[in-house]
């Protein structure tokens, strides 16, 4: 009955590549988002979905694409992928301003 | 902008000791103050919330107050475990109900309760 989860939980690859992260809600949440957690634990926003629209999009290269193909998924794509991509990734979702529900993360490692 | 500061870890207490982690805003408008706790190799979880001046959040033994005019949302308990061992992050949230509601977070503060 995970409510927000992310696959894969750990995802080892090399410079260049390029690699998916995916995460699914079953909350009924009409909002997620993507955040980046670096080495210090800083936590940013990168994106946010509300009902499959892109709403929030940060200053974040144009390597990472996110895909919603509907209101519980929300995907994101890196593509050739550099040493500073590595840390961890959090799905999050909401609904109609309540608080954020996190998914446990995905820890990208760049070799 | 929008910002949150925290203070530095981190921070090591003895069990039964009380805590404090100091939070404090900028913002444009009028946040919603969220605490965030994240254990060990795992999400964060809400640990309390706030959405106005004087609310007080409280969850677990775990408290904060919104102070608008100090702009501040400290965290507190009087009574702390080993359980409690983790890093908390102080966040605020600003925006409508249609997907602009990004939470901005502070550094976070690694808490290590001793036995």
């Known amino acids: 009955d995970t409510a927000v989860s992310q696959t894969p939980k750990y995802l080892v690859t090399q410079m260049g590549n390029d690699k998916s992260i995916k995460c699914e809600q079953n909350?009924?949440?009409?909002?997620m988002y993507w955040y980046k957690q670096d080495s210090k634990k800083f936590l940013k926003i990168m994106f946010s979905?509300?009902?499959?629209?892109?709403?929030i999009n940060e200053t974040v290269p144009n390597r990472f694409s996110p895909k919603s193909p509907d209101k519980a998924h929300l995907n994101l794509h890196i593509n050739s992928l550099e040493l500073g991509d590595s840390a961890v990734y959090f799905c999050?979702?909401?609904?109609?301003?309540?608080?954020?529900?996190f998914g446990d993360g995905t820890r990208l490692s760049i070799l | 902008g929008n910002s949150v500061t925290q203070m530095e870890g981190p921070v090591t207490l003895s069990e039964e000791a009380f805590l404090t982690i100091n939070c404090t805003y900028t913002a444009t408008g009028y946040p919603s103050l969220f605490w965030y706790v994240q254990y060990p190799g795992e999400g964060l979880q809400l640990l309390l919330k706030a959405t106005k001046a004087d609310d007080k959040g409280s969850n677990k033994g775990f408290e904060a107050t919104y102070r608008k005019e100090t702009t501040s949302f400290h965290l507190e308990k009087g009574s702390v475990q080993v359980s409690d061992s983790a890093v908390y992050f102080c966040?605020?949230?600003?925006?409508?109900?249609?997907?602009?509601?990004?939470?901005?977070f502070g550094t976070g503060t690694r808490l290590t309760i001793i036995p």
């Open positions: 966040a605020l949230s600003e925006g409508s109900n249609f997907g602009n509601e990004k939470l901005t």
């Open positions: 979905y509300n009902n499959k629209e892109l709403i």
């Open positions: 909350l009924g949440h009409d909002t």
């Open positions: 999050a979702s909401s609904h109609r301003g309540q608080p954020q529900h």
